[in-house]
């Protein structure tokens, strides 16, 4: 918890961490809301949240404390109820998911990881409550589809394990009621799913998906499964050959190498390696299934779980690496499993020998990677921002320019920088003045002639000086623009004295390049 409060107050959000915020303080209503996610494909339980959570404050930070709030929810089921070793559970804290991708990173996976442990909570020690079981696989089944696809198979491995116990006709006849009722439920979720999945025109969702899985995508999906289980970043450790492989990478900040987030230090720098990624994963496969052999709840769960994620990142993309951490939760919510008493002995008696001890010096060992790879990179984070955007706007109020008309492009890239002002950006883009980053809008890439004519007629509008937030360094005559002239053609002349006629002064502000992800930079048109 310590260390996610430092981490927090060194972590400024990205785009895909405020939209749901910026939508949710756009709308006026949740329906209204959850209209605009299901453009991007998001379901409606995290923005749901996020927009109550909107409705009550305009400070976009109370997200991060929210999620931060979540994230520790979660870490305590697996310290209080978990069936792990003590070591394992003091390695599970200082984790990569744990202490960044699932904790400071405000996305949807924290609500994955609590309502997957809850989930193992219950079965541990409610077992036959299938009503609270069935309401958490319902939150499960609003969160994404790879925690859909989770849900479902807990569930086919819950069938499959009553069935070889011989206790269905038991369960009818002692607890009909519990079992109607949680199957109501389940077909309210699938219900639900269906109708969020089914994709609208124009969403994000129904581009640019593969049709056919070809072996090449196959092999980068399997590969998804050492990232997750080993998600050592590039660079790691610190080495200088990586500025060639990564040449049009922005330079190093602070004297160290940039932290290439999403990365993975075994499998990114040589594509070639992507057979020997194939075979890593396939080992932690077999030896985390081995590990569960004993249980059939677990090992069913786990293999179904994993077929069905390979399959799907391999339809719709290798996705990121917060995707790929799904295959460790999914492991350690099958290792809490393998340790509850199912009531067959003979089973219980077989999985105490060599099969369970080595699976725990297994699991421990993945444990230690993943807090090396944490420490890691919470360290980096330290040092340099995730995004630009607070210091962009911490800038933007500190020197007074909060009442300039503020033009921004890319819209998907600067929205971060509206949700730190509260307040509205024009976007070029989609010729409008907004916050969110909006799917339903036609968009184009400008050149900066366009760009610049955009903005020499908004401050005659405006009749003011305008603020432009870009997240590329202007170039005139290539060279990089600090100060000159803007002319109503969108020409910049370099010259020491004004040209005749209309004109605005342009300077460069600042830039917030020392980052991870977003970085940015600001210019300002001022009148003559």
Excluded at 106 to 117: M, Q, S, T
Excluded at 277 to 284: A, D, F, W
């Amino acid at each position: 918890m310590v260390l996610g409060v430092i981490g927090l107050r060194h972590h400024a959000m990205w785009r895909d961490e405020t939209d749901p915020w910026l939508i949710g303080r756009a709308s006026g209503t949740l329906r209204e809301a959850l209209l605009v996610r299901r453009y991007d494909g998001h379901f409606l339980l995290w923005q749901s949240l996020v927009w109550i959570l909107a409705q009550l404050t305009h400070h976009c930070e109370a997200l991060q404390w929210f999620h931060l709030g979540l994230a520790a929810i979660g870490v305590w089921l697996v310290l209080w109820f978990g069936r792990f070793t003590r070591i394992q559970k003091a390695l599970y804290c200082f984790g990569y998911f744990t202490l960044f991708e699932y904790c400071l990173v405000c996305r949807e996976y924290v609500c994955v990881v609590l309502l997957v442990f809850s989930l193992c909570a219950l079965y541990d020690r409610r077992r036959d409550d299938f009503v609270a079981q069935a309401v958490v696989l319902l939150l499960l089944a609003n969160t994404n589809v790879f925690a859909i696809v989770i849900g479902i198979t807990f569930v086919v491995a819950r069938v499959v394990e009553e069935m070889c116990l011989g206790r269905m006709r038991e369960l009818w006849a002692t607890r009909k009621r519990g079992v109607v009722v949680s199957g109501l439920i389940l077909m309210l979720a699938l219900v639900g799913d269906g109708i969020q999945l089914k994709t609208l025109p124009g969403a994000l969702a129904s581009t640019g998906r593969p049709t056919s899985i070809a072996a090449a995508d196959f092999a980068k999906g399997v590969c998804n499964v050492w990232r997750g289980y080993v998600p050592l970043p590039v660079p790691f450790p610190h080495t200088s050959y990586m500025r060639h492989e990564y040449e049009e990478a922005p330079a190093a900040f602070s004297g160290i190498e940039r932290f290439y987030w999403g990365t993975n230090s075994f499998l990114d720098p040589a594509p070639a390696r992507v057979m020997a990624g194939v075979v890593l994963s396939l080992g932690l496969l077999v030896v985390s299934a081995w590990s569960l052999w004993r249980s059939r709840l677990a090992v069913t769960w786990y293999l179904l779980g994993v077929c069905m994620l390979l399959v799907f990142q391999s339809v719709i993309g290798s996705g990121a690496l917060r995707h790929h951490g799904l295959y460790l939760i999914l492991y350690l919510a099958c290792v809490w499993c393998r340790g509850i008493p199912s009531g067959d002995s003979g089973a219980e008696m077989a999985a105490t020998g060599w099969s369970r001890r080595l699976g725990g010096w297994f699991l421990t060992l993945v444990l230690v990677v993943q807090a090396v790879a944490g420490v890691y990179v919470w360290t980096i984070l330290l040092q340099a921002p995730f995004s630009g955007s607070k210091a962009a706007a911490d800038y933007i109020r500190e020197h007074g320019y909060m009442k300039l008309p503020i033009v921004g492009t890319r819209e998907a890239n600067v929205s971060p920088v509206a949700a730190y002002l509260d307040r509205r950006i024009w976007y070029p883009d989609s010729e409008r003045s907004g916050t969110y980053y909006d799917e339903r809008g036609a968009k184009h890439a400008m050149a900066f002639r366009e760009l610049l004519q955009k903005v020499f007629v908004v401050a005659q509008a405006e009749r003011s000086d305008v603020l432009l937030l870009l997240t590329d360094r202007m170039k005139v005559e290539g060279k990089v623009l600090d100060s000159g002239w803007l002319v109503p053609s969108g020409g910049v002349v370099l010259a020491w004295e004004a040209p005749a006629g209309p004109h605005l002064k342009v300077t460069h502000l600042a830039g917030f390049r020392a980052t991870v992800d977003e970085e940015y930079n600001l210019y300002l048109f001022q009148q003559p």
